[in-house]
């Protein structure tokens, strides 16, 4: 996610990243302990995997010309308007990695807005009022968990195929610079990682922005369509469809991405 072009406002110069985001880690986080900032990089992902960086490590660019989501989607250009951070994490199953970094995220992006709008998109999009401001990439790898992610900070449009179903803090009325959102991540990642599963999946359940909605998903046995009645971050979610209520496995189930007039992929009504 990422806009056509970069706001023009103030913002703290990548100069001042290292040392604030190295006193965040010494100052408020005891799992993660080494900051590297980048300049530009193709994808954050890529290089943490590339460089072989160890649990603890977390690699935040100032510009991501070329990242990418989950099941290969692109994640356009950052410019100077998009939060673009990957983390070195303890691996774990991956319902606790997505439950984990979801709910992280969206108490990240929770801490700049009024409300309640914002919340969690099976599996781990981040959404504010059904328009996706946020989103995660997990890898498993050498022993360690990559946790990718993206935040919409300072876009003021968007490329016109995802225009429709996109948004930012800036687009929401609030223009925060990028350093304090990464601080804000850095802080919340930390904790979310380290807190006991049973709480997180509950935050997970009460910050559920998917339920109720009709939405199109792939499974092995093809597409199903139908309106959602439960998500179950550990599992799966129940789909009421026109033959009937379905369950979808979360370890084979996506969710098809949304086109232009669709907030939640394939399909669009409201609660």
Known sequence: ????????????PIESWPDAL?????????????VIVLRETASTQDHARAA???????????RQSA???RLGRAWEDTHAAGVAVTFALPDDAPESLAMRSAVATARAVRSFLPGD??????PN??????????GILVERTAGLALVGIGINVGQDSFHADIDAHATSLARL???ADR????????????IAFQEPIEGIYRTYCTLDRLTGHSCAFNTPDGSVTGMVRSVDPRLGIQVETASGVLFLPSATTSVVPAHAGSRYGGADVTR
Do not use: F, N, Y
Request: proline share 4%; with cysteine.
């Open 125 to 134: 999009d981040i959404v504010v009022d059904g328009r996706k401001i946020a």
């Open 173 to 175: 009325g609030v223009h």
């Open 179 to 190: 350093l304090a959102m990464l601080d804000a991540l850095i802080r919340s990642v930390d």
């Open 67 to 69: 990242g990418r989501g």
């Open 22 to 34: 190295e006193a965040t880690v010494a100052s408020a986080c005891t799992l993660l302990r080494t």
């Open 117 to 122: 709008a914002c919340g969690i998109k099976w």
């Open 1 to 12: 996610m990422s806009a056509v072009t970069a706001p023009q406002r103030p913002h703290v």
């Open 52 to 62: 072989g960086i160890p649990v603890g490590t977390l690699v935040a660019a100032w």
